[in-house]
């Protein structure tokens, strides 16, 4: 049994030329695929695993899971699953729906698919002086200036820069100037999946999970943090769509983005299960053993998922 990660699915935006996708085209072509090489699970089958740590009678078999809750995935990946009599597991971040306010991760996305790499990142290494760097970082950010002189900036550099590097409390000030210098709009409303679309969702049977309130690195938080970003994610989730089985989807994935605190803050808030990212497929002793850290693959693993 293999769970399967996507991010954006949607088709070609020419106002976003360098925007990073799976074209809805190519997601029909995975879903067909991953029905002749072996189906997909089904809600029993899942509810049997966790319950029982049973794995499906035919090997293979895929789970389908969406990170971020992105419009795209309303508009268009709600409606091909369901046409197919499909379920998947859409994972939210919430503070969007607190503030108004798009995630700076969603943001940097926006910028570097809308604007030129090399262009977008001397521009952003521009307004990051190193006073906005803490003391911890700053031997490895001299390091990345020097990299920007070999003429190898851009996205990769972008994302390090601002998803890294900088300060927290810098990094939605510099967002906002590049947005402005570059003209793009950060519209939370068209971005992301409306609590109604939410509701329209679970009721046809799709699962909503917690994917933090700010998708932070948690490992990178306190305990305390923690446990206000897990608990006050499934406070507005339940309000939103009412309570259920809990499950979670860890921001950024990977060991090293999670430590204990996380797990006990999952426990702590009765989470049933929570996806990692590890390329293996699930095997039942993961049932036991990796609850709170179940491997996914990413699409773009497999035929037809690789990002246009």
């Not at 607190?98 to 290494?125: F, K, N, P, Q, S």
């Amino acid at each position: 049994m293999r769970a399967i990660m996507y991010h954006y699915v949607r088709e070609f935006d020419p106002a976003r030329p360098h925007f990073r996708f799976l074209n809805i085209a190519n997601f029909r072509r995975q879903l067909d695929l991953f029905a002749q090489e072996g189906g997909f699970v089904t809600r029993a089958e899942w509810d049997d695993f966790l319950a029982h740590g049973r794995m499906p009678d035919i090997p293979g078999k895929v789970i389908l899971t969406f990170d971020d809750a992105m419009s795209c995935h309303y508009t268009h990946v709600f409606p091909e699953l369901a046409a197919r009599g499909l379920w998947g597991l859409f994972y939210v971040s919430t503070q969007p729906y607190a503030t108004g306010r798009m995630l700076d991760v969603h943001r940097i996305h926006l910028l570097c698919g809308t604007v030129e790499g090399t262009e977008l990142y001397a521009r952003t290494r521009a307004l990051v002086s190193e006073d906005m760097i803490p003391h911890a970082r700053r031997a490895a950010f001299r390091q990345e200036t020097y990299t920007s002189q070999t003429n190898r900036p851009g996205v990769t550099e972008v994302k390090r820069l601002l998803n890294y590097f900088i300060d927290e409390n810098c990094r939605s000030q510099v967002i906002d100037t590049l947005g402005r210098d570059f003209g793009v709009a950060f519209d939370c409303n068209s971005f992301y999946v409306t609590p109604d679309q939410l509701r329209e969702m679970a009721a046809a049977g799709m699962a909503i999970g917690a994917h933090t309130v700010s998708h932070p690195v948690m490992s990178k938080l306190d305990p305390a943090q923690q446990q206000r970003e897990i608990g006050d994610c499934f406070a507005c989730l339940d309000a939103i769509c009412g309570s259920g089985t809990r499950s979670y989807a860890h921001p950024y994935g990977g060991f090293h983005s999670f430590d204990a605190a996380t797990l006990k803050a999952l426990r702590d808030n009765g989470v049933a299960f929570a996806f990692n990212v590890e390329p293996r497929d699930i095997c039942a002793a993961d049932r036991d053993k990796a609850q709170l850290f179940l491997p996914r693959h990413d699409c773009n693993l497999f035929p037809h998922g690789a990002a246009d």
